[in-house]
């Protein structure tokens, strides 16, 4: 297992869809039987990567994430599997090397869950919540050079506006641009709250129950952690190192990822690559949702990987 910092005692992420999760990743095969390796992409706090390994006494798990804050809560949970599990600090658009370093070879199954965690949301200090305040940074790979208040400072105002419109669906997305631009002239954005606050000011104040910087803030998350394009990128690994009959589950939580998956999975169903287990995407129950709020956006896909002539 990968030497990381220990874990702090604050919240730690709830898994979402769980038992959804583990049954497309059975995709019928006998827990007990089931043998091979998986990949969880985005480990995170190991939720979905124990309940593989406890389900199924015969699987090993590679398990990716970039951000090194997650992957030591996942060592520390996941530690009781011993050699069964081994935990890598990686970006999915890395996920190909690393398997390749590994040498662990075609692959029986991969997760990619491809949200925000708990353990960034409730850590102000990480910069992602709105509702606390903390530094524009929303980096969840920390070696990462560009954060939330490089974009915010920097971009000109069409491209901002463009990024909050395509990658927030926000509808209100000139309007805020424009306020940032003109408000950014004064003094540049430094703190999570001092953003929030210009947002909800452009949007006429807060109303309702969603916060009005909550599409604006996803849009910027998205763009420092080059979410749509590690999303191929895991997809692509996914496709190459899986083996016949081998399943890709996919959770999203933004109906553009959602699309994404959904092309993916059609082109590949039709070039004879891939049988699509369900065709409409799976959503949390009534049951979960009163637990856990979080898994209400959440979509799972599920796919399975055909190769002529079977096991290669
Ligand atoms: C929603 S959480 C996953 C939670 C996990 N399934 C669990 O049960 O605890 C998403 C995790 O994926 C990681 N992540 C997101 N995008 C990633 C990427 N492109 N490469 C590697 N890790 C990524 C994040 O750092 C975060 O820890």
Redesign the pocket.
Known sequence: MAEEPEADARPV?L?VLPEEVLDGQLAGRDPQALTGWFVD?????????EALLEACPGVHLLG????PE?LGLATTRLARFGERVRLRR????ELCRVIRKERIGRLAGVLL?????S?HLDRPERGFSFLEDGPLDMR?DPSRERTAADIVNHWDESDLADLLYYEGDERAARKIARALCQARRRAPFLRTAALAEEIARAMGGVHGKTHPATKSFQALRRAV?E?GD?LIA?LEAAEHWLDDGGSLCVISFHSGEDRVVKRFFQQGAKEGRWELVNKKPRSASAGELRQNRRARSARLRVGLRRRKGGAA
């Open positions: 992420h898994p992409g985005t480990t995170g706090a190991g939720g979905h990567a990716i994430d970039q951000d997650a990686a970006r999915l658009s869950d491809v949200g925000v965690c353990l969840m952690n979410e590690e895991g």
